[in-house]
């Protein structure tokens, strides 16, 4: 992963039509992300996964990238 800080949390929300999901951190921080920020390149993940990652601003808002499956 980058030198970027590391946040963990649950994966509480994925539509694998669209590529779209939602962690929770473990903060209770909702962080939306797209699939292909999954690291391991399948893009889809189970909703209730804990997951690693860490958060970039794209575009308009911060979003999840490199999620990990714990």
Do not use: W, Y
């Not at 992963?1 to 903060?27: K, W, Y």
């Not at 690291?39 to 601003?57: K, L, Q, T, Y």
């Amino acid at each position: 992963m980058s030198a970027a800080q590391i946040h963990s949390g649950v994966v509480t929300a994925f539509d694998a039509h669209a590529g779209l999901g939602e962690i929770r951190s473990h903060n209770g921080e909702a962080i939306p992300f797209h699939c292909v920020a999954i690291a391991d390149g399948s893009r889809d993940i189970e909703i209730g996964a804990a997951v690693e990652f860490v958060v970039r601003f794209h575009i308009k808002r911060d979003e999840a990238f490199e999620i990990r499956k714990k």
